[in-house]
């Protein structure tokens, strides 16, 4: 099983550019999140999906907006980039709200100039 | 505000030696995790932890939960090279009938040989 896959790896914007990160699980979860780790700071909920055909804010949604396209793929997506999101963006799925740990996707660096 | 604090920040330590890193939080959960993250990787489940006085042991690795303290820790017995990474906290607490994990901001633990 390939587990929690995101795309792309690594990207650079110039401010005002837009891009949708890209996230898919085969682990049959029902539960889909998007974070953002800055150094220093421990991870941050942006988003997440608790089931599919809903989503709901975390933390700091401002700048962003998802999609759960389906049970499989969650969407991420920065309309008009700026530099304060610079960050390493991480997806997570569990099997639903009221199930235990988390399970993470390899990250995409995005630097945005 | 919920806060989930981790100390110390930083370790450095030599091989052979025992630490002991700890997980404050401010709010009633009694669902704990924690991850490990190594540079430029993703975040990896080390042990939840689900019960007051709950305690998990997985090599030189020990976590322990109290509840009424609202405190976990996270014991290094004889630490050893291949432990250096980034170790996080985090506390599932219920918002709008869904459980979301609050992360503390990491504790960097570099082990000397």
């Known amino acids: 099983n390939a587990g929690v896959t995101q795309t792309p790896k690594f990207q650079v914007l110039k401010t005002g550019q837009s891009m949708t990160l890209q996230c898919a699980q085969d682990?049959?979860?029902?539960?889909m999140y998007w974070y953002r780790q800055d150094p220093g700071m421990g991870l941050r909920l942006i988003y997440y999906?608790?089931?599919?055909?809903?989503?709901d804010k975390g933390e700091v949604p401002n700048g962003y907006n998802v999609s759960r396209l389906n049970k499989r793929e969650f969407s991420l997506r920065l309309e008009s980039a700026a530099p304060s999101q610079t960050s390493v963006y991480f997806c997570?799925?569990?099997?639903?709200?009221?199930?235990?740990?988390?399970?993470f996707g390899p990250g995409t660096r995005l630097t945005v100039t | 505000e919920l806060k989930v604090e981790q100390n110390p920040l930083f370790l450095s330590m030599q091989e052979g030696k025992n630490y002991t890193i700890y997980c404050n939080y401010s709010?009633?959960?009694?669902?704990l995790y924690w991850y490990r993250q190594d540079p430029g990787k993703s975040l990896e489940s080390l042990f939840v932890?689900?019960?007051n006085g709950a305690v998990k042991q997985e090599g030189r690795l020990m976590a322990s939960l109290d509840t009424k303290a609202r405190l976990s820790t996270l014991h290094i017995t004889a630490a050893v090279h291949d432990l250096s990474a980034t170790y996080f906290c985090?506390?599932?607490?219920?918002?709008?009938?869904?459980?979301?994990?609050?992360w503390g901001a990491g504790t960097k633990l570099i082990i000397k040989p």
């Open positions: 997570a799925s569990r099997q639903g709200t009221d199930s235990y740990e988390q399970y």
């Open positions: 682990m049959n979860h029902n539960s």
């Open positions: 999906s608790a089931s599919e055909g809903t989503t």
């Open positions: 709010t009633t959960s009694d669902r």
């Open positions: 932890l689900l019960s």
């Open positions: 985090a506390v599932d607490i219920t918002m709008d009938s869904n459980y979301q994990l609050i």
